[in-house]
């Protein structure tokens, strides 16, 4: 797993997560040199411990002419006076290359004031040795670790020598963060709430209609094992079992080609309630993210505060083109079809030629001014590439739309556009036609990329460090495949109480009881109420879905023995941890 740790250039963020406060564990003074051959730590000597002897080991970080050294471990660093070493002690420092384990006894002094580094939390002290002794040597290193990042360096080199990668205090700020993150989590969970961890196993048998999955041959010929998409169906044998609420830190697996917010093997935070409801998982997640937020982290960071705010699916596609919307920017989508209905603009009267059709826009604020006309096209090429009209509106200084464009639609039309979008002077208004469907889409996607092209020229539309979490709900329980219905969610997910007749009339209508996580435009969570009764789900497996009974029998058997009413949620680990630390992928 440590080929998939999250990684950026945003070392600072981390470190500055892994060592809040308000992550550490109820006991701050944890014996770290017990059980070693150290008497301190590198990272941990103060002005305090001025004239004591210590032992200190880890490895060579830097070295300046035959004057100091300074020495590393994963706890921090501390400088070596050099000038003070007799004899061959002196010519072994000098000799080894960097990254060389060694082991250094001596006594800790008051730095001179002139040397004294205030950006060292060792930075007032320094160490006199009395000894020195090479515990092992290091061949010259690739690529230098203690750099936060080189541009220029090759990804498969890291790779190559990823045990070195892992010296960074990047990567170890990330695994200690993420260390202290699980502890707080499964300690309010376990402490608080009363939830059992139990380990579900990791070969299972195939689950259709999922993800593509890792097959696992056996010495029996002919037959095989499939890795774990998600503890999905242990957990509810777990609630049928009357374990009543549980969880775990869940590894998964899905034969899947990698993204930055996929890859093959990942963690997930998984819990599972009996006799609860949509709103009260809610709450709980809610809850253990607060409980658990590195609020002190950052200068003016703003605390997390629940509830958080909620949207249906249907109001998130018309507003953000998208079912994981990033709220931290407003840049809504807006429909323009009925006031433009009579208007005789040939490229609206094209979009608006078919039935299910929509004409809609986004302002983008300062766009015309702001961005490159070769980016205001590359916009437009979003939605002509989807086989889409699209024009945009480039706003002058004093608000009025450009001459080609004033020619061709009335005034009655301009001003309720502009009306609409609510524009104003060097604003970019894009507009665009076509199905309705796919119109929401098409804008959901220019409008992240108008985001990310007006941050990168420097126009503020948020802070980095804003933390919007959304919860989406009210999702459609099945959508239209190329061979039939497929589920939206999983095959699990009960529906809405009130829509169950319409699973016989019109499927496509029915509400599921499915409800998302976002959080900064990534989608990091996904729970539902399952289906707990055995007639229901054998209906929506075989009757909607089309599904082989025989890969479910052992479940309809679970259903059919008093299941109690149970829902859950699970919290993609990696993507959580990701955004929190200000990366871009969970690798």
């Known amino acids: 797993f440590l080929w998939d740790v999250c990684r950026s250039s945003s070392f600072s963020r981390v470190r500055a997560l892994s060592s809040s406060p308000h992550l550490r564990c109820k006991n701050p003074e944890k014996n770290v040199n017990s059980f070693s051959s150290r008497t301190h730590t590198c990272g941990e000597l103060r002005v305090d411990h001025v004239g004591q002897d210590v032992k200190l080991v880890g490895w060579l970080h830097y070295r300046r002419l035959d004057l100091f050294v300074v020495l590393r471990d994963i706890y921090g660093l501390v400088q070596i006076c050099m000038s003070q070493i007799e004899g061959n002690e002196a010519d072994l420092l000098q000799q080894c290359c960097l990254e060389s384990v060694v082991e250094v006894c001596g006594t800790v002094i008051h730095r001179p004031d002139r040397d004294v580094n205030p950006r060292m939390a060792t930075g007032g002290v320094e160490v006199v040795p009395s000894s020195v002794r090479v515990l092992n040597t290091s061949l010259n290193v690739p690529f230098n670790i203690s750099a936060k990042k080189d541009e220029n360096l090759p990804e498969y080199i890291r790779l190559k020598h990823r045990y070195l990668d892992l010296r960074s205090d990047g990567y170890q700020d990330v695994l200690k963060f993420r260390s202290a993150l699980t502890n707080r989590i499964r300690q309010y969970l376990t402490d608080e709430f009363g939830f059992l961890e139990v380990e579900t196993p990791t070969l299972f048998r195939r689950s259709p209609g999922g993800a593509r999955e890792y097959i696992v041959p056996t010495r029996e010929e002919n037959k095989f094992y499939s890795l774990v998409q998600s503890p999905q169906q242990f957990k509810q044998m777990l609630m049928c079992g009357g374990m009543d609420r549980y969880f775990q830190f869940a590894r998964c697996y899905r034969d899947e080609s990698g993204t930055p917010q996929r890859q ?48 249906t699916h249907a109001q998130a596609m018309l507003e953000y083109g998208c079912d994981k919307p990033d709220t931290r920017f407003d840049m809504k989508i807006c429909d323009l079809t009925g006031g433009l209905l009579d208007c005789e603009f040939p490229p609206v009267v094209k979009a608006l030629s078919t039935q299910q059709s929509a ?27 989807a086989g889409l009209v699209v024009f945009s509106v480039r706003l002058t200084e004093t608000a009025d739309w450009q001459a080609v464009l004033q020619s061709k639609m009335s005034a009655k039309h301009r001003s309720y556009v502009d009306d609409q979008l609510g524009s104003s002077a060097s604003d970019l208004l894009i507009v665009v036609g076509g199905p309705r469907d796919v119109v929401a889409s098409t804008l959901g996607r220019i409008r992240l990329q108008c985001a990310d092209l007006l941050q990168s020229h420097g126009v503020q539309l948020y802070c980095k460090k804003d933390f919007k979490f959304l919860w989406v709900h009210t999702f459609p329980l099945f959508e239209q495949g190329k061979e039939g219905l497929e589920s939206s969610h999983h095959p699990f997910t009960a529906p809405h109480p009130d829509d169950l007749a319409l699973l016989d009339t019109d499927p496509l209508k029915v509400r599921a009881q499915h409800f998302d996580l976002v959080l900064n435009g990534v989608e990091i969570g996904g729970g539902s109420i399952r289906i707990h009764d055995s007639e229901l789900q054998r209906k929506i497996l075989l009757d909607l879905l089309k599904l082989d009974l025989s890969d479910f029998k052992h479940l309809l058997s679970m259903l059919s023995y008093g299941c109690p009413p149970h829902g859950g949620l699970a919290l993609g680990f990696d993507r959580y941890l990701a955004v929190l630390s200000g990366r871009e992928s969970i690798r």
Do not use: Y
């Open 264 to 311: 093959p093997e990942f963690t997930q935070l998984d819990l599972e309630l009996s006799f609860t409801s949509q709103a009260d998982i809610i709450s709980l997640v809610e809850r253990f993210i607060c409980h658990s937020w590195p609020e002190t982290s950052w200068p003016n960071l703003p605390a997390v505060a629940a509830p958080f705010p909620q949207m």
């Open 359 to 385: 004409v809609r826009g986004i302002r983008v604020p300062n766009g015309n001014s702001s961005l490159a006309g070769k980016e205001k096209l590359s916009l437009e090429a979003v939605a002509r590439d």
